[in-house]
T-cell receptor, first 112, second 113 residues
Framework: GENVEQHPSTLSVQEGDSAVIKCTYS??????FPWYKQELGKGPQLIID?????GEKKDQRIAVTLNKTAKHFSLHITETQPEDSAVYFC???????????FGAGTTVTVRA | DVKVTQSSRYLVKRTGEKVFLECVQD?????MFWYRQDPGLGLRLIYF???????EKGDIPEGYSVSREKKERFSLILESASTNQTSMYLC????????????FGQGTRLTVV
C-alpha cells in the first residue's frame, strides 16, 4: 500500500516568515495529494489539494508543489500568522480509490 | 456545510468492555471512514465503507469491527477494549462524485483504563 513520510515533525517560525513542510510517497500511481490542518480540539480540515496533472497550486498565502518524478510534494505557507499554528497532515491517494494515506503530521508554531 | 458528528468528545472505558463509537454525516455521502490518531503516527485507517452494509478492513483493523446499517451512520466497535486502544478516533466521510476530499468529525478521545 501507499506509504507517506512527512518532515519535519515540528516547525517553529517567527510571525511573518515562511513555513515549508515536505512529504514523500511510495506509490507512483497516486494522483491526489491533499493537505489538512487540524486545530486544537478539532478534526482535520482540508486546506488545499493538488492532482497529478498540476505542478503547483496557490490559494492566498498557501501553496502546494508536486514533483511526480521524485514522488514528493510540499506545502508552503507565506507571511505566517498566529492562526496558522496547528498540526498539518499531508496525504496521498491512488486513482479510483477513496482512501487516504496520511503522513505523521507537522506541528507548526508561529511565534509572535 | 457538510457535518460529520461523532457521538462523544471524551470517553473513559474499562479494559474488557465493549465500546461503541458512533458517527453520523448529513450530506448523503457514500464513503465513510474510521481513523485513529496517535502522536508521531498520524492518522491510520481502521475500517472504511463505500456503501450501506459494505465494510472493508483498513491498515489496522485488529481488535475493531464496524457496522453500517444506514447510509448516514457508521459505527466503530471495540469488541473488548484494551489499554493500547487508548487514542483519538476520527470519523470521516466523502462523496463519490467529488473525488477524495474527506470531511472529518471533531474526534472522540477514548481512554481505556
Amino acid at each position: 500500500g501507499e506509504n507517506v513520510e512527512q518532515h519535519p515533525s515540528t516547525l517553529s517560525v517567527q510571525e511573518g516568515d515562511s513555513a515549508v513542510i515536505k512529504c514523500t510517497y511510495s506509490d507512483s500511481a497516486s494522483n491526489y495529494f491533499p493537505w489538512y490542518k487540524q486545530e486544537l480540539g478539532k478534526g482535520p480540515q482540508l486546506i488545499i489539494d493538488i492532482r497529478s496533472n498540476v505542478g503547483e497550486k496557490k490559494d492566498q498565502r498557501i501553496a502546494v508543489t508536486l514533483n511526480k518524478t521524485a514522488k514528493h510534494f510540499s506545502l508552503h505557507i507565506t507571511e505566517t500568522q498566529p492562526e496558522d499554528s496547528a498540526v498539518y497532515f499531508c496525504a496521498a491517494s491512488p486513482p479510483n480509490d477513496y482512501k487516504l494515506s496520511f503522513g505523521a503530521g507537522t506541528t507548526v508554531t508561529v511565534r509572535a | 456545510d457538510v457535518k460529520v458528528t461523532q457521538s462523544s468528545r471524551y470517553l473513559v472505558k474499562r479494559t474488557g468492555e465493549k465500546v461503541f463509537l458512533e458517527c453520523v454525516q448529513d450530506m448523503d455521502h457514500e464513503n465513510m471512514f474510521w481513523y485513529r490518531q496517535d502522536p508521531g503516527l498520524g492518522l491510520r485507517l481502521i475500517y472504511f465503507s463505500y456503501d450501506v452494509k459494505m465494510k472493508e478492513k483498513g491498515d489496522i483493523p485488529e481488535g475493531y469491527s464496524v457496522s453500517r446499517e444506514k447510509k448516514e451512520r457508521f459505527s466503530l466497535i471495540l469488541e473488548s477494549a484494551s489499554t493500547n486502544q487508548t487514542s483519538m478516533y476520527l470519523c470521516a466521510s466523502s462523496a463519490t462524485d467529488r473525488g477524495t476530499e474527506a470531511f472529518f468529525g471533531q474526534g472522540t478521545r477514548l481512554t481505556v483504563v
